[in-house]
């Protein structure tokens, strides 16, 4: 087994022991796994990133409350593991939802209505619909602009085998697919100005699948954090990876890296793209000066340097690589950031304190 093969090992032992979501950064492993194969060159950093709601509330909407539509379900048991579909908690996830609304201090004030609208039970039931006058009602009651009403949250386990790189024998799993459904209401239109499904995944080892009753509890804060990344910024722990070594340069700002000075990093890095005649370390010195720039806020300059590195990378190199893992990540970073800036317009484009 190779270094790169270790460490997916060692990293698929670790997050399936823990019970992650399916969303698996292979990029960051891989560069994690260089910085064992070539770490006098190479290092990563990690940052908080304020990431864009995928749906943009109005700056009016102030005051807003999370309402349980939910059909009744039996009592999870703790002794029983369920292989097929399962229904959430509509209690325990409405006050999770809200508490992530309250949390992300987005709207100036979100109250809870916890208690079962619906009073069907699942096994009759689909999505109920707020009438009109109840969303008047309730708006007016609860004193807020847009009611989010958690209609239904749908949990799938399934039996997989996943093959890991390293491994001769396919690791069993159970693939868990929360899906909850949100109907947004205003007490000004009769019908839902959006309703949100999205769908995410846990993995559980096969060994440590947990109970009906636990799974139903954990799936409720889960359900919680991918619903409020749907209607509110969030921030992400995120990766980027820069050239340390090669010459003395480098080595000094990388000094500066770690003391979070960017802008002596820059000049230094700066120096070497100007003075130096070897492509390798114009390539380099031109990544870590993209690097440099959207760390400073600069994403226009990133997108210009990591142009120049790409006229001298060459294909399959370690360059090309981080060249390609930066853009990457730098094109999503633009295309959210115009609706980010929409998002923090009720903030002045700053920060909530």
């Known amino acids: 087994m190779n270094i790169l093969s270790l460490f997916l090992f060692i990293f698929a032992s670790y997050r399936l022991r823990k019970g992650y979501n399916m969303k698996i950064r292979i990029l960051v492993v891989l560069l994690a796994a260089w910085g064992f194969v070539s770490c006098v060159s190479v290092q990563t950093i990690s940052f908080d990133q304020l990431c864009p709601a995928k749906f943009s509330m109005p700056e009016q909407v102030k005051n807003v409350a999370v309402v349980n539509n939910m059909p009744s379900i039996p009592e999870a048991k703790g002794n029983l593991a369920t292989l097929g579909n399962l229904d959430g908690d509509g209690k325990q996830t409405a006050e999770a939802f809200a508490n992530a609304l309250a949390d992300s201090k987005y709207f100036n004030q979100v109250v809870i209505c916890d208690s079962a609208l619906n009073e069907e039970q699942v096994s009759d039931a689909g ?7 109840d969303v008047i009602r309730l708006a007016q009651d609860l004193g807020v602009d847009v009611l989010f009403s958690l209609d239904r949250v749908f949990l799938q386990n399934e039996k997989k085998n996943i093959i890991y790189p390293g491994l001769i024998e396919p690791w069993p799993v159970v693939v868990t697919r929360v899906t909850p459904v949100v109907s947004i209401y205003s007490p000004a239109r009769e019908r839902p100005l959006q309703v949100i499904a999205p769908m995410d995944s846990l993995e559980w080892d096969l060994d440590r699948m947990p109970s009906d009753k636990e799974l139903v509890k954990y799936t409720a804060a889960f359900s919680a954090e991918v619903l409020a990344h749907q209607v509110v910024p969030y921030w992400e722990h995120t ?39 070897s492509g390798k370390v114009k390539a380099r010195a031109a990544l870590n000066l993209a690097l440099a720039s959207e760390m400073t806020g600069d994403l226009d300059a990133a997108r210009k340097w990591l142009d120049e590195a790409g006229k001298r990378v060459e294909p399959g190199s370690d360059e090309d690589r981080i060249y390609k893992y930066l853009a990457l990540k730098l094109e999503e970073r633009r295309a959210g950031f115009p609706h980010l800036q929409i998002q923090m317009r009720r903030f002045g484009n700053n920060l909530p304190e």
């Open 239 to 277: 990766e980027r990876a820069y050239f340390t070594g090669g010459c003395v340069e480098m080595r000094d700002a990388a000094v500066y890296v770690k003391e979070g000075d960017w802008e002596g990093a820059k000049a230094l890095w700066l120096s070497l793209y100007e003075h130096r005649k």
């Open 127 to 133: 999505i109920r619909s707020l009438p009109h006058e």
